[in-house]
């Protein structure tokens, strides 16, 4: 079973909170506290469907956005329905891509299947519309339904004109019986039917219509929306109110306004997975399509001779745009130019086109496959996916380049979703006909943002130029070329072209400035270009007098291609992207039975040598309350309600259920499970608690029953607390204990700070140029506050860049377990704000508060965990708690000099 991913999983955790939190509390205060979280102000929600959740979960090209969907499935059909055999309408934007969705959904042996038979399993039945009549009433509410349909079926003014409108006998067991109060709502059989049905007469108007959205509508689906940005209109928002949703949960790269985004998944969370290949090694040729697609063909084969070191079977595949029919590279002449002019074989060659489909009932991952290079025009075939896609080559015009980012994200995509051994393998390439780097990234990465889901703040440190020595390299082309010193050789650095609506006046300018700039003008105004070897100072100093010279409008433009400029010099001198190793860091550590054992949750929880049924049951932040016109859940004060539409419902909790309790006590455990608590432990636990309720609580075995989420969700919570009492009490008897590891036992007792792992979000973009940040990017670091005042964390930055016994150093994310360098508490993970390697090979971990936390409990806490790192290290390691200013009055930057020493 395919296992989701630390970002797949955020995101759906972040959506079942929400829809959790939409029981008590209005969807769009649920909607605010979930983007206060994620420091995101100023998005309101836009309410679609009434008071019916809806929103949006971003996920740029490749990071496996169905997979995301089907989990999502189960998880709304508890927290929004209270329901384990949901219904669930699934939307696709194409017919094509229904065909492929539902034959995944069906397949038993397919990852999207089995993420749904993880919490259904074989309770699962999935249809489309046409056999939607295969469903029995026996079936809802026993078994999760699937109904997978595009989104043009419902999509139409006169409901006459669709099938999903129509009348249809086949459904009528469905509605037997059926209450008045549900009829209300439901459409009824019109003139118009009559005319499109010959067998309806006129006795059957006015009759409840027997029909697929009407059925819908009484079972109120969980809606899925597959490229969710399409269909923004008030015909789509009409036609999906007529099936009544429970929710809405829409899925899409590329967001629109009206998209409710409730989380965004970054690129580099997607990089740090191993689900897609970055950065995107660049290169332009202002000479023509023929030198592109010549050093296309060098750049493939390269890969290729480093494929063979691989474990398994890789095989680089170039994407060829070809010009159009009226162009002078059309499909014909580049095949041909291939051929008789490049030298390859001609059963290395696929077409695919609208008229030339030399792929189809092609295997690309056989290896007695042949195929490396697949010409194309415009868009593959939906759907279409190979891996071992590696290299776009766009024979087009850059500015006028149809389809560039649906083949660009073909070849982002990572073969085996895990990083090569080969790290040229672990990216991207493109070579496309442009005047300069500068123009072909900036189109490249307008189409990343606006058709792949990228945020344009994380494009600029993606794309990188791809060095000549290295293009022509015969060898693998990761391995890093070196100086006398035995230390990578920097890369030569692009030129920065600033584009700019008019032509400055340089001639009073600083002279060091005006020697290094040079102003070419053109049909849209200038541009200027400095060389890629100024100093940042130089650089920073063009953008203040190049600014100046713009009208205030202009400005930001500026800004944007300048930051942009340095997120490339970043990205080409980062440490990790010239092949450097960041130090070993070590872990606090304690010996168990004469082992050694990394303070992890687990070794926590197993030191407070605790079990559930050493303590009393209770569950005191639970109570279920019936009234005339509510039934009322409250779970630790968020409290849900029920209104009652019906006087038959009033008082079902005096009603003797058909549940047994051993039957809820099962379920229970399921929903419960733990997997450091044994199941006879946690059944035994679970039969006293029930049988507390019942007996010293007076709840009903039905209240108990018909309330059975909330009362998992209280459960689940309780032994929380449990753990987290006994990991408390085994924390604070052991913190003495723990130690780093001796030198002899590091390799197996630290944390490695790998290349291409680093989950950044909310990049760093300011025009301080850092020179010793391991990562091309760096997360979440502000250079000012909204007032123009310098932050204080980039204070602390910039001072452990400058220091001259730093080596390198990293921006720490936090709540990221695999990625980052973390401390144990009693309560969870600390996650220091910076970490850095000294030139003498001591690690310093710095957590920066300002003055106002200094005082407080987790504060303290994690001051006495970094004091025990650093003493037991035998001075290996540092750990300094940082303020604005200290006791004896000294700012970060003093602080770290007399920490370091």
């Known amino acids: 079973m395919l296992t989701l991913k630390a970002y797949q999983q955020s995101a759906l955790a972040v959506l079942t909170q929400f829809l959790t939190d939409t029981r008590s509390k209005p969807v769009a205060d649920a909607y605010a506290a979930i983007l206060a979280g994620q420091n995101r102000t100023g998005e309101a929600h836009q309410a679609l469907f009434g008071d019916v959740p809806c929103v949006c979960l971003r996920v740029p090209t490749g990071g496996g956005k169905t997979i995301m969907a089907a989990h999502a499935v189960a998880m709304a059909g508890k927290a929004v329905l209270d329901s384990d055999a949901p219904i669930a309408l699934w ?104 005319l499109t049905q010959p067998f309806l007469t006129t006795q059957d108007l006015g009759r409840v219509k027997y029909s697929v959205a009407n059925w819908m509508n009484l079972q109120r689906p969980i809606v899925i929306v597959d490229e969710a940005h399409n269909n923004r209109t008030d015909r789509f928002f009409k036609s999906l109110g007529r099936v009544n949703p429970s929710c809405v949960i829409e899925m899409t790269a590329t967001p629109v306004p009206g998209n409710n985004v409730l989380y965004h998944v970054a690129a580099a969370e997607l990089k740090a997975e191993q689900m897609i290949k970055l950065p995107i090694v660049l290169a332009e040729h202002p000479q023509g399509w023929r030198d592109c697609l010549r050093d296309a063909v060098l750049t493939r084969d390269r890969l290729e001779v480093a494929a063979q070191r691989e474990p398994d079977y890789v095989r680089p595949i170039a994407l060829v745009q070809a010009m159009p029919i009226n162009g002078e590279a059309t499909v014909a002449v580049v095949r041909a130019h291939m051929i008789e002019q490049e030298n390859i074989p001609a059963d290395q060659i696929a077409v695919a086109t609208g008229t030339q489909k030399e792929l189809d009932g092609i295997n690309l991952f056989d290896p007695a496959c042949t195929v490396r290079y697949v010409i194309t025009v415009e868009a593959l075939k939906e759907g279409w996916d190979c891996s071992f896609a590696y290299v776009l080559v766009s024979l087009q015009s850059v500015n006028s380049s149809k389809d ?32 300069n780097f500068a123009q072909a990234a900036a189109t490249l990465k307008d189409r990343m943002v606006q058709n792949m889901g990228f945020e344009k703040l994380e494009t600029a440190s993606l794309i990188i130029p791809q060095p000549q020595p290295l293009l022509l390299a015969g060898g693998e082309g990761g391995a890093p070329t070196l100086n006398r010193a035995g230390y990578p050789a920097m890369p030569v650095l692009p030129d920065c072209h600033i584009d700019l609506p008019q032509v400055p006046d340089i001639q009073h300018w600083p002279d060091e400035l005006r020697q290094v700039v040079q102003v070419l003008q053109t049909t849209q105004g200038a541009t200027v270009l400095l060389k890629g ?98 039934f009322e859940i409250d779970v630790n004060g968020a409290k849900v309600t029920y209104r009652h539409t019906d006087a038959q419902l009033l008082l079902l909790n005096e009603t003797v259920s058909h549940t047994s309790q051993q039957d809820l ?42 309330a059975r989420f909330q009362l ?13 009492m006994a990991m408390a009490r085994g924390f604070q008897g052991r913190l003495g ?32 140029e850092f ?15 909204q007032a123009g005042v310098e932050t204080e964390e980039f204070r602390c930055a910039r001072a452990i860049d400058a220091h001259v016994k730093v080596k390198q150093w990293v921006r720490n994310i936090e709540r990221q377990e695999k990625f980052s360098f973390w401390l144990p508490t009693a309560t969870d993970y600390f996650y220091p704000d910076f970490v850095a390697e000294l030139v003498d090979g001591r690690v310093l971990a710095v957590e920066y508060k300002g003055e106002p936390y200094r005082t407080n409990d987790d504060s303290r806490e994690k001051q006495q965990v970094g004091h025990q790192w650093e003493q037991s290290s035998g001075g290996r390691c540092l750990f300094l708690f940082a303020v604005e200013r200290d006791h004896d009055g000294r700012d970060v930057a003093q602080q770290i000099a007399q920490k370091i020493g």
């Open 91 to 194: 939307l696709t934007p194409s017919d094509t891509i229904r065909t492929q969705t539902l034959e995944a959904l069906a397949n038993a042996r397919h990852p999207y299947r089995q993420a749904l038979a993880q919490y259904f399993g074989d309770r699962v039945r999935v249809c489309d519309l046409e056999s939607l009549q295969t469903i029995s009433p026996q079936d809802v509410g026993k078994s999760a339904i699937v109904v997978v349909a595009t989104i043009q079926s419902f999509n139409v003014t006169d409901t006459a004109k669709r099938n999903v409108y129509s009348f249809f006998e086949e459904l009528a067991p469905h509605f037997d019986n059926l209450p008045s109060h549900l009829a209300t709502g439901l459409e009824t059989v019109k003139e118009a039917d009559l």
């Open 404 to 435: 560039v980012e649906q083949l660009l994200g073909r070849v982002l995509r990572m073969p085996y979703a895990k990083n090569r051994v080969q790290e040229s393998l672990n990216r991207a390439y493109a070579h496309i006909v442009a005047d």
């Open 533 to 630: 070897e100024v100093s940042s100072e130089i650089l920073a100093q063009a953008e203040v007098f190049i600014s100046n010279a713009m009208p205030a409008k202009a400005r930001e433009k500026v800004k944007e291609q300048f930051d942009a400029h340095r997120a490339v010099r970043q990205a080409m001198r980062a440490p990790s992207q010239l092949g450097l190793d960041f130090a070993a860091i070590p872990q606090l550590c304690l010996d168990l039975d004469g082992h050694l054992e990394v303070v992890e949750r687990e070794t926590l929880s197993s030191l407070g040598d605790w079990s559930l049924l050493d303590h009393q049951v209770q569950l005191a932040g639970f109570t279920i309350t019936e009234t005339v016109n509510s």
């Open 665 to 706: 006590i099962r379920w229970l455990d399921v929903e419960v499970r733990q997997s450091d608590i044994g199941q006879a432990q946690m059944q035994a636990y679970l039969v006293k608690m029930v049988t507390h309720l019942i007996a010293d609580r007076k709840l009903t075995l039905t209240a108990l029953v018909r």
């Open 712 to 724: 998992a969700q209280a459960l689940v919570k309780e032994v929380a607390r449990l753990r987290q």
């Open 737 to 768: 204990d723990m130690a780093v590891p001796g030198v002899e036992d590091l390799a197996h007792y630290s944390f490695h700070y790998q290349p291409g792992q680093y989950p950044a979000r909310l990049m760093y973009q300011g025009s301080y």
């Open 771 to 785: 020179s010793k940040h391991f990562y091309p990017a760096i997360h979440d670091l502000r250079e000012k506050t």
